[in-house]
């Protein structure tokens, strides 16, 4: 598939996420740059196992996070290949959740194929799990970076702010593992 195409049909999946939410979509320059750029990495066989998407609320990052679940889940459900493929999104929130309230299936995120995970940064870093104290985005990241599992986070922390957060170790798994996607522009929920 071309480029081109791939660029396409993202765009068309970033447009029909915005109007799911019952919104006008307004196309812009900054919004056909970023879905160029997306296109690019998911067509690049050197591009690395994820894509983090950072920069300020409502300026679209999880839009772009969800078109591109949506794309996968589309060329996989269209293709010939016999295994079923999806994207998995879960918040960073609700990762926590998963660790204390359904310990399997937190395992299971470590090695899930494809992982789209919302709002890293909005989670507690710490929960109780059985009178321990665990790091659950922290433990699935480092399980992620090892298995080398595709992943696509959004996020409004840049490096540094990662860095405080997680710690230097998973900041700099995070430099090797993801390529960087910064939104800078003002919030689509601005109503000016």
Request: aromatic share 12%; glycine share 6%; with cysteine.
């Amino acid at each position: 598939m071309s480029l081109r195409d791939v660029s396409n049909m993202l765009y068309l999946c970033y447009k029909n996420e915005v109007e799911k939410r019952r919104m006008t979509f307004k196309p812009d320059d900054a919004t056909k740059d970023r879905v160029e750029r997306v296109a690019k990495w998911l067509q690049s066989e050197e591009s690395k196992a994820g894509l983090l998407l950072y920069g300020g609320c409502g300026t679209g990052k999880s839009t772009m996070a969800r078109a591109i679940c949506t794309l996968i889940d589309y060329l996989y459900e269209s293709s010939y290949d016999s295994e079923k493929r999806q994207v998995i999104i879960c918040s960073a929130y609700n990762i926590s959740k998963y660790c204390q309230d359904s310990p399997k299936y937190y395992d299971r995120l470590k090695s899930e194929e494809l992982l789209f995970i919302d709002d890293m940064g909005i989670e507690p870093t710490q929960v109780k799990l059985f009178g321990n104290e665990c790091s659950p985005l922290t433990e699935l990241l480092y399980a992620r970076y090892d298995y080398r599992r595709w992943t696509v986070i959004s996020t409004n922390l840049d490096d540094v702010k990662i860095s405080e957060r997680y710690g230097d170790r998973i900041g700099d798994r995070i430099n090797e593992m993801f390529g960087k996607l910064k939104y800078k522009e003002k919030s689509y929920r601005s109503y000016e």
